[in-house]
């Protein structure tokens, strides 16, 4: 089994900066991606950002310029390094894996959420 536990959220004022982490556990044989999703009130968990084991990396327009993704493979944790942050990017940032773990296939596991709150 494997498993993603998030850390780094927190409360920040606007133009402000967070770091969030993800760290994967387990039967881990390899990762092909890593990514991030975020979800705020009342909305659909929308697409961040996403990372290959390679550094291949993905962003969605309303991030690209302000987050940077990064990935430590020799720790199976994967960055979110979040600058000039606002108040719409309050949300649960959620971490996302597409990992093999004891099977040939590749499956997609989810993190539990870390609350990122930008003020005013």
């Known amino acids: 089994q494997v498993q993603l536990v998030e850390s780094g959220g927190g409360l920040v004022q606007a133009g402000g900066s967070l770091r969030l982490s993800c760290a994967a556990s387990g039967s881990i044989l390899s990762i092909d991606t890593m990514g991030w999703y975020r979800q705020a009130p009342g909305n659909q968990r929308e697409f961040v950002a996403t990372i290959t084991h390679d550094g291949t990396t993905r962003y969605a327009g309303s991030v690209r310029g302000r987050f940077t993704i990064s990935i430590d493979n020799a720790k199976n944790t994967v960055y979110l390094q979040m600058n000039s942050l606002k108040p719409e990017d309050t949300a649960v940032y959620y971490c996302?894996?597409?990992?093999?773990?004891?099977?040939?296939?590749?499956?997609?596991?989810w993190g539990r959420g870390t609350q990122v709150t930008v003020s005013s």
């Open positions: 996302n894996g597409r990992i093999r773990a004891g099977s040939i296939y590749y499956s997609t596991y």
